[in-house]
């Protein structure tokens, strides 16, 4: 999903892939100050080896979509650790927050900016983030975050199946929070051992819907280190061989258990021990570490 932060893939094969990035005109779900008179198409292209992709807006929006192509050409390539999109990625600008809310059915959440689906990606233009609006690096790393969501969707599953894949919000959260590099906005393994110490009935990768309007930071925290321990602990292949038992027919649960050797509660165990004991202070907690690519 989504910035300050939050959520649900390709073509593969040899040579190159021409992308056809069509800016094409929304209709009137706009704000008032947005709506006009209908206007022509616009259209550019570009080439990736990664995926295709078209960007939807009001002419308004212009110069946001012309950054969110930027933002895209950034962040296909940092994909490619995973895979690449099977299928195309619909942009889909959104004049304002509100818009984004209504589209999404997410009500009260002023932090959300963006929401992933298996091949639609709605983003709040990036010139209505605030004051200043964003800047061009958190674009690229929300789009970078909010990519990893579609390509997740669309390695594990195919377009009517994606949403019922069981998969849990910790991996969905923390994957895209690991590739897109955002452990320096959430909390860290220290602050999430003091909050079980105080809190010693919170299961925040148990029961994650407590915390997502309120403690936005602690849930996506969790979600990237608990990620992020699955990968010291198990290897970046083991995600790519997970992903690849859901696409063959399993859910997440069975396709854990099938991958890693041990089900995801027992994982999710595994880790709430590892915090609460702070095994990240000793490297003999973690011997299979393996580095975050660039």
Request: a positive charge.
């Amino acid at each position: 999903m989504r910035l300050s932060m939050r959520d649900g893939s390709g073509l593969g094969g040899v040579g190159r892939v021409v992308v056809m990035g069509v800016l094409l005109l929304l209709p009137a779900c706009a704000s008032p100050r947005r709506l006009a008179t209908p206007e022509a198409a616009l259209e550019s292209s570009m080439a990736s080896p990664s995926g295709l992709y078209r960007i939807e807006f009001i002419r308004a929006d212009a110069k946001d979509a012309a950054r969110l192509q930027r933002a895209v050409e950034h962040a296909l390539p940092r994909l490619e650790r995973w895979g690449t999109l099977r299928e195309p990625i619909t942009l889909k600008v959104m004049p304002d927050h509100a818009s984004l809310e209504a589209a999404t059915q997410q009500h009260g959440v002023d932090w959300l900016r963006a929401w992933g689906r298996y091949d639609e990606l709605l983003v709040q233009a990036p010139s209505t983030w605030g004051v200043a609006g964003a800047t061009q690096p958190q674009l690229n790393e929300l789009i970078l975050h909010e990519l990893t969501h579609n390509l997740m969707y669309q390695l594990s599953a195919d377009r009517l199946g994606w949403s019922r894949k069981q998969i849990p919000l910790w991996f969905r959260e923390g994957m895209a929070s690991y590739t897109a590099e955002q452990s320096y906005r959430w909390v860290t393994l220290e602050e999430i051992a003091r909050h079980l110490e105080r809190f010693p009935q919170s299961e925040p990768l148990r029961n994650p819907a407590e915390l997502y309007r309120d403690d936005a930071n602690l849930l996506y925290g969790v979600a990237h280190q608990a990620f992020a321990f699955l990968l010291q602990r198990y290897g970046e292949d083991s995600v790519r061989a997970l992903l690849r038992e859901m696409k063959g027919g399993k859910n997440f649960p069975e396709a854990f258990e099938a991958t890693i050797g041990l089900s995801p509660e027992s994982f999710v165990r595994d880790f709430t021990r590892y915090v609460r004991w702070r095994g990240f202070r000793s490297t003999r907690a973690t011997p299979r570490a393996v580095e975050p690519r660039d």
